[in-house]
């Protein structure tokens, strides 16, 4: 069987635009850059995306050489030059992000605590992860949360969306749609972290 890719020259849909681009995969995070970082090895990424708990497709126009993947509520669409290669990297992001570890139970529960727990510490925890009252902190969580979303969404941040939501909610406290926010990402963190001590079911 082939070797895994753990880097690797793919394409990604910007906009209405496909743009080559160099990715590299490590445990928990793939990367891109905009050009093969042996070049320049001080090349800051494009984007470094979380897969933790991303799930990887196919597209729906069933096209053999692209897939999705889906992370922190974005989609990005790749495209590889060969079902063949296609399939590689979708195996080998499959293997990075592992099996989920959560029994229903236990995510809901979790989720309960989550949420509750996200609300409470809401303040604090905007501002650790780099939603300010001064804007987003360079460099932080938030940063990357908002050039993953931007690029996405062909340049901008969408109005509404959860990167919005959370951006105004550290510039100027929290309001109803931002407390919402802030319950459902701590909803879905307290899960992950009751799952991590279940068995696969």
């Not at 681009?21 to 979380?50: M, S, T, V």
């Not at 992370?71 to 990075?96: F, I, M, N, P």
């Not at 309960?112 to 604090?124: C, F, K, M, Q």
């Not at 969306?161 to 919402?180: D, M, P, R």
């Amino acid at each position: 069987m082939p070797r895994l890719p753990s880097a690797g020259r793919l394409r990604i849909k910007v906009g209405d635009v496909w743009r080559a681009r160099w990715f590299e995969l490590e445990p928990r995070q793939l990367k891109y850059y905009r050009r093969q970082r042996g070049q320049n090895e001080n090349d800051a990424p494009e984007a470094i995306i979380d897969i933790t708990n991303a799930r990887v497709q196919g597209t729906e126009d069933q096209n053999l050489h692209r897939f999705e993947v889906t992370a922190e509520e974005v989609t990005y669409e790749l495209e590889a030059d060969s079902a063949e290669e296609r399939g590689l990297w979708v195996e080998a992001l499959k293997q990075a992000i592992g099996p989920r570890r959560s029994s229903g139970i236990a995510m809901i529960v979790g989720g309960v605590i989550g949420a509750i727990g996200a609300v409470a510490l809401a303040p604090v925890a905007l501002t650790v992860v780099g939603f300010t009252s001064g804007g987003i902190a360079a460099g932080s969580m938030a940063a990357s949360m908002m050039s993953s979303a931007a690029i996405a969404n062909g340049g901008g941040v969408a109005a509404g969306s959860l990167v919005a939501l959370l951006q105004s909610a550290g510039a100027a406290g929290l309001g109803t749609a931002a407390t919402g926010a802030v319950a459902t990402v701590g909803g879905a963190a307290g899960a992950a972290v009751v799952g991590v001590g279940q068995k696969i079911v």
